[in-house]
């Protein structure tokens, strides 16, 4: 069966087979706790090209919106064209194929500027800042949203789903065109919002930044010299490592007959609260599972959003999605269903946990395993026993961003460090296919 497991991870792209068993009690175990943490947030854009290995990060979109009147060269203007572009500029030399934006306002004669291109190391402030072709400077529209609107146009113009917008405010309450339409504006993207001094539009900066996906209203005024504050430059550092972290869509497999509750099944089980565990802080992420019974050859699966809400004590909820149906012909040990749960959402940012008995099952459900090509990454995990290991290693081969973890699962993975931190290293992006 180690062969199957092997040609399973070997067919996907990205997998790896974990010849180490799963740990009886996966949710004990740190080290395997890391290694979920490090698939799951190893699974942003894997359509699109690999990051740098020297940036070991994915490529993000950044607009500095300037939301105050910039018809005169104020302070308040200096700080940000000057100390925060090229502070961010720098930083951003690190996320390789990355984009900076900018976008302001001139209340005469009603203008709006903006532009963003491709970070480029050689440019910096000693140098001079130079125009390119996407330059542009048009008369305001209503309802700009202190420049959000505009932010979200520059973004989508390049492509990238990893957009971040850091929003600077006089601390004035602006009014026109260009400010209009803040309170009921919804960001697609994170909003980071600061006040360069004032705090009369402190509740606007608020509300911009909960109504993003992990935006954040920064209560501390900027610095004067931002470029020269050691604690304004680390602010900077955790917003930008932790741009990307999209909600993330995990189906856990049971890659094995669970007709009867074995100690395995019973381990697996641990596995799927350990990761809801995990998940919580990815706001709005899914987290979904499939296993089969032999008899009667059903495939039960169901998917939804994490609810810190929901723990092991007080059980497990079934959603409106819940189903349980005749298994079909070559359901690949549950990858096909674990993509139909996926797809239902409409995520790319996804990742599928996949734990084998270690023994070579039979039927409908496991068959067409290593011959699967999966969209997302697969992590497959072995219980203890090796006969299915190169189909796990193929599963993992054939997906992106894979990998097969040799790794024994504890019996209790929540307490033992080990599995922990493996389950953390996934989910952080650490760990690579090899």
């Known amino acids: ?119 480029d190391r050689t440019e910096i402030e000693a140098n001079g800042y130079t125009r390119s072709s996407a330059w542009r400077r048009d008369s305001c529209k209503n309802n700009m949203a202190a420049g959000l609107v505009e932010a979200h146009r520059l973004i989508s113009d390049h492509g990238h789903l990893n957009g971040i917008i850091l929003l600077f405010s006089d601390g004035l309450i602006n009014k026109g065109d260009f400010f209009d339409g803040v309170q009921g504006f919804i960001s697609k993207v994170p909003v980071h919002t600061f006040t360069l001094g004032g705090d009369a539009y402190n509740q606007d900066l608020l509300t911009i930044a909960i109504n993003s996906p992990g935006g954040t209203f920064h209560t501390l005024p900027v610095p004067e010299k931002p470029s020269l504050s050691v604690p304004f430059s680390r602010l900077v550092d955790t917003i930008l490592s932790g741009a990307g972290k999209w909600p993330l869509d995990v189906v856990i497999v049971y890659a094995f007959d669970s007709t009867t509750s074995t100690p395995d099944y019973k381990t697996v089980d641990n596995i799927f609260w350990l990761v809801q565990e995990k998940l919580i802080r990815l706001v709005d992420s899914c987290l979904g599972y499939t296993y089969v019974m032999s008899t009667p050859n059903t495939c039960t699966s169901d998917m939804k959003i994490v609810d810190s809400a929901d723990t092991e004590l007080k059980g497990y909820r079934k959603s409106p999605s819940w189903r349980r149906s005749a298994c079909t012909k070559n359901m690949a040990s549950g990858l096909s269903e674990a993509h139909k749960l996926i797809s239902y959402r409409g995520h790319w940012n996804s990742t599928i946990l996949l734990f084998s008995d270690g023994v070579i099952n039979k039927g409908d459900y496991f068959d067409g395993a290593e011959d699967f090509v999966s969209k997302v990454p697969v992590h497959t995990f072995t219980l203890g026993g090796d006969a299915n290991n190169h189909v796990l290693h193929a599963m993992a081969k054939n997906s992106p961003g894979g990998m097969f973890h040799p790794l024994q699962v504890p019996d209790k993975p929540n307490l033992p460090a080990p599995l922990s931190q493996l389950l953390d290293n996934i989910l952080n992006g650490t760990t690579r296919s090899t």
Not at 63 to 72: G, K, L, N, Y
Not at 85 to 94: G, I, N, R
């Open 1 to 119: 069966m180690l062969q199957g497991l092997r040609t399973i991870a070997a067919n996907s792209p990205g997998g790896m087979f974990s010849p180490l068993p799963v740990p009886d009690l996966p949710s004990l175990s740190v080290p395997f706790s890391q290694l979920l943490d490090n698939i799951l947030n190893d699974t942003t854009m894997h359509s699109e090209k690999n990051p740098s290995p020297t940036s070991g990060r994915w490529p993000l979109n950044v607009v500095i919106v300037s939301a105050f009147d910039c018809t005169t060269l104020t302070p308040a203007r200096d700080k940000v064209n000057r100390e925060v572009y090229w502070l961010v500029q720098k930083k951003l030399t690190q996320f390789v194929h990355s984009c900076l934006g900018y976008t302001y306002v001139m209340s005469t004669p009603n203008m709006y500027t903006s532009e963003m291109k491709l970070v």
